[in-house]
């Protein structure tokens, strides 16, 4: 864990992509040529490879060339007796490039370790991004199941194997050509050309148009990197001059995430293999809080890289890592998430870079497993959730959110999901990877139906009966319906609903919490209809969850004798601030995940505008206060880090909606069949509303 350094080892700079793919593709083809376009006998000799390519269907194409393809592709495809197919051929053939004007900026890139991971070319990346692992055989069934195209094998050669090779294979067919018709498909020519230099001057300009805002918060997201033994391994929460760092100056877990996708998203793939494998390491560290070692599998929730001076030599120093466990942090905290968060970023590191070897590297798939470990293990449990201590997440304090924060449970869902897509089946693993359907299916189960609340839910609880002792009873947490608090009467609007933020025995904690609703989105552990729901409730109720800064993180606040007696008369998460009732611009990027997913990229487009607008001025500030978010926060630091990179993040998923496959899951109907099938059986048990099957249905 230690290295040693000098004090002046500096860290390089270089940009990343050297953008071969769309230059040798457009100096294959001369787009610009009267020659090339007028020469027919070769569109159709594409077509008819093309369309034997359709019909065959086990050609293994391997196309790598980038944007300049929608050109290319209307010029290749016009006449092909498939055209129905074009627009899908293009898409398939000619999946997007990167973003050019992001590839000319400069990022910080360390010297190669023996960690560092090899360079990717942007062909690769974009392959990778959008295909499923190399060796179905060797993971787990479940990656079948992730968001992906088909796997696009042949390496970056496989252009020219097409275009080359393929071209050379099939025999030109010739075609008589009648006057009215060349002048017609020469007019039609001139026009698809016009079209597509309009669509390519539009994106260009678009490409061209990098915010003011964008490229501040790029600036500062690169000042934020720390090196490690002159490697990039993660991003310090905040650089606010202006305030004492305290633990700020540190990289925590989870908000080096945005951070994370906006250097993936980007092409910059380093930094997150760095992160992924040091903090992996500092997971196997023997901790102790007092006298008692929390289990094995625990991930820190920050680490600081420090230096310290070598005995022998007063001008050289040593490099170490140094973790917190929660030892460190206000009030001891159990970073709960910060495992989670290490494995949905491992499963997003994957899917972007195609690097799966990664995955199934020993350490990484015992990383994977001590923290899955940790979750699944047996113990009071009456319910699938994960039971916690309160402050366990983002709300690192008391906040009321001890037991089965609706939080925790997004997340786990989301990480049980990714550990099945990347866990190596073997005869080892495969018990784990039992207990990790069971789990789901229960999971989803319980979330869906219990967490749930919109109109009609509220309405039921409202005319519950109390002590109901029986196996069927409805008001399954002998729920009081006087919990129903006064505000939610008035709020929860007659379309759409959400999860609530958490539940206990006879305990319904009904305030709305962003992340873990996001997350239920982004997972799937949310139905369709619900995850719709949730968007309807945001954008019914967008004065109070976005206003003037998105999103709320929880609403509403606590206030008065609730707030006395639930904080503990923190003077920090007093009412609108902070973790109470605050607005934080890094829950941005879920939120564009959430509407991606949905299709919805509408309403993330305008909650961007509304953060774009501000936080350039404010200085990229971690908190809002006030009911509607109009001022900044009280405590709040300013250039925090996860708000700069939640920003950039959002952007960036914009731009590139697919790209959000690498966070996202869609529902998997086998997980629900499996709990329905075993409720149905079970003489003792039955589903409380409705038969469990409604909801492989909703
Ligand atoms: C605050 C937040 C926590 C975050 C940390 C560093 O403690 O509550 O979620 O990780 O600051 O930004």
């Known amino acids: 864990m230690f290295c040693h350094k000098r004090r002046s080892l500096r860290c390089t700079f270089g940009s990343f992509f050297p953008g071969r793919f769309c230059r040798s593709a457009s100096s294959f083809f001369n787009l610009t040529d009267p020659k090339f376009l007028e020469e027919k006998r070769l569109v159709v000799w594409f077509c008819s490879l093309v369309c034997v390519m359709n019909a065959t269907g086990s050609m293994g194409i391997a196309v790598t060339v980038r944007p300049c393809c929608r050109l290319l592709a209307a010029q290749l ?123 390519q001057r539009a994106e260009m300009a678009k490409a061209r148009e990098v915010s003011e805002s964008e490229k501040e918060a790029w600036r500062l997201l690169k000042n934020a990197v720390v090196d490690y033994c002159g490697s990039p391994v993660g991003t310090v929460a905040a650089t606010d001059p202006a305030v004492e760092a305290l633990n700020y100056d540190q990289v925590f877990i989870r908000d080096f995430v945005p951070s994370a996708l906006a250097f993936l998203l980007k092409g910059e793939t380093e930094i997150v293999r760095n992160f992924l494998l040091y903090t992996l390491q500092l997971q196997s560290w023997e901790k102790t809080v007092d006298c008692y070692s929390p289990g094995q599998g625990l991930m820190p929730a920050s680490f600081k890289v420090r230096s310290v001076p070598l005995d022998v030599s007063k001008d050289e120093v040593e490099e170490m890592l140094d973790p917190d466990f929660g030892e460190s942090a206000i009030g001891r ?271 993330a487009r305008k909650a961007i505008a509304i953060a774009e607008n501000r936080l350039l001025d404010d200085k990229w500030p971690e908190y809002y206060d006030t009911p509607t978010g109009r001022f900044i926060g009280k405590q709040s630091r300013l250039y925090q880090t996860w708000t700069i990179a939640g920003f950039l993040a959002s952007k960036l998923l914009l731009e590139n909606p697919e790209m959000a496959s690498i966070l996202t899951f869609e529902e998997d109907l086998e997980l629900l069949e499996g709990c329905a099938c075993s409720l149905i059986k079970s003489p003792r048990t039955q589903c409380s509303r409705h038969a469990a099957k409604s909801h492989v249905l909703h």
């Open 77 to 199: 495809f016009p006449e092909c007796p498939c055209h129905q197919r074009r627009a899908a051929a293009a898409a398939f053939f000619f999946p997007r490039c990167p973003h050019d004007r992001l590839r000319a900026s400069k990022c910080p890139r360390a010297p190669s370790l023996s960690l560092a991971p090899q360079r990717r070319s942007a062909a690769s990346w974009v392959r990778a991004a959008l295909a499923p692992a190399r060796d179905e055989a060797a993971v787990s069934d479940a990656r079948r199941l992730s968001t992906a195209a088909g796997p696009v094998p042949g390496g970056d050669r496989a252009f020219e194997r097409i275009f080359v090779q393929g071209l050379a294979a099939v025999e030109p067919l010739v075609i008589e050509r009648v006057a009215e018709q060349e002048r017609m498909l020469v007019v039609e020519e001139k026009r698809k050309v016009e079209e597509v230099e309009e669509e």
């Open 333 to 603: 905290v159990a970073p709960v998430d910060s495992g989670l968060w290490w494995i949905i970023l491992l499963r997003a590191y994957g899917k972007i870079t195609g690097d799966y070897t990664f995955q199934e590297r020993v350490d990484v798939q015992t990383g994977i497993k001590l923290i899955l470990n940790l979750c699944l293990s047996d113990g009071f449990d009456m319910f699938p959730t994960l039971l916690v201590t309160d402050g366990s997440c983002m709300i690192d304090r008391r906040m009321g959110i001890h037991g089965h924060p609706l939080e925790i449970q997004a997340l786990f869902y989301c990480a049980l999901r990714c550990s099945r897509e990347m866990i190596v089946v073997n005869d080892g693993s495969k018990s784990l990877l039992r207990g990790i359907n069971n789990r789901l299916s229960a999971l989803s189960f319980h979330i869906r139906e219990y967490y749930w609340v919109d109109m009609k839910k509220i309405n039921e609880i409202y005319r519950y009966k109390t002590e109901e002792y029986s196996q069927n009873a409805i008001n399954k947490f002998n729920i009081y319906p006087e919990q129903i608090p006064g505000w939610l009467v008035d709020w929860v609007p007659e379309k759409g609903g959400y999860f609530i933020g958490n539940l206990q025995p006879a305990h319904m904690d009904f305030r709305f919490f962003s992340l873990g609703n996001l997350w239920a989105i982004v997972s799937s552990l949310a139905t369709p209809r619900q995850a719709e729901g949730i968007l309807d409730l945001i954008e019914e109720k967008w004065d109070d969850l976005v206003g003037n800064m998105p999103l709320k993180i929880c609403y509403p606040s606590l206030e008065y004798e609730e707030w006395r007696i639930i904080t503990g008369s923190d003077p920090k998460n007093t009412p609108w601030s902070y973790h109470n009732g605050g607005s934080w611009p890094t829950l941005l990027w879920q939120f564009t995940s959430a509407c991606i997913k949905m299709g919805r990229p509408e309403l």
